[in-house]
């Protein structure tokens, strides 16, 4: 069961990830250009988690930096351009207007169906397409509704929290404020 361990441990972070995100974007204080400047520290994140923490691991359990094979390296590199394509849609979604409640809630409805429709092409079930159980498009259309509805029915945020100002008191610059 440790693996399910992992997946809440992903459920967690990707559950924080469109909102914080999007804190990034808009705190950046920049409305044409936050997103991008977002982006970039997300591709740092990246390269710090997804590139120095695995070479680290390799070298600390001295694992060979030969025997890759270029399927694999092919198929990984692929998995990542679509990982920061989709994070980039996120960014996208939000310098559109959406909000990460709405964009969120879509994509992670969508994702486990585009997720499930694919495995299932790429790995046939034993018996064929007969042989799978109606529970599991079941599970597909109750999961867009579940997105749709969430998408559709989410709380409106409250009031603004007015900005805070504060004045600069110090004599040197007469108490005037900045």
Known sequence: MTWLYFALLTVFCWGLYGILLHKGQVTMGDPENGRYKAFLFVGIAYF?????????????????????????????????????????GVLLAFG????PA??????????????ALVAIILHPPAGGWGSVKPQFFLGIILAATGGMLVTLFKPNPGPAKPKVVYVDSFPARGGQGR
């Not at 559109?96 to 909000?99: L, W």
């Open 102 to 115: 709405v964009v969120m809630s879509i994509i992670f409805a969508g994702a486990p169906v585009i997720n």
């Open 96 to 99: 559109a207007k959406g909000t």
């Open 48 to 88: 710090l988690t997804a590139v120095l923490a695995p070479l680290a691991l390799l070298m600390y359990k001295g694992a060979a930096f030969s025997g890759y094979t270029g399927s694999g390296m092919w198929w990984s590199l692929v998995a990542g351009i679509l990982g920061a394509v989709g994070a980039f």
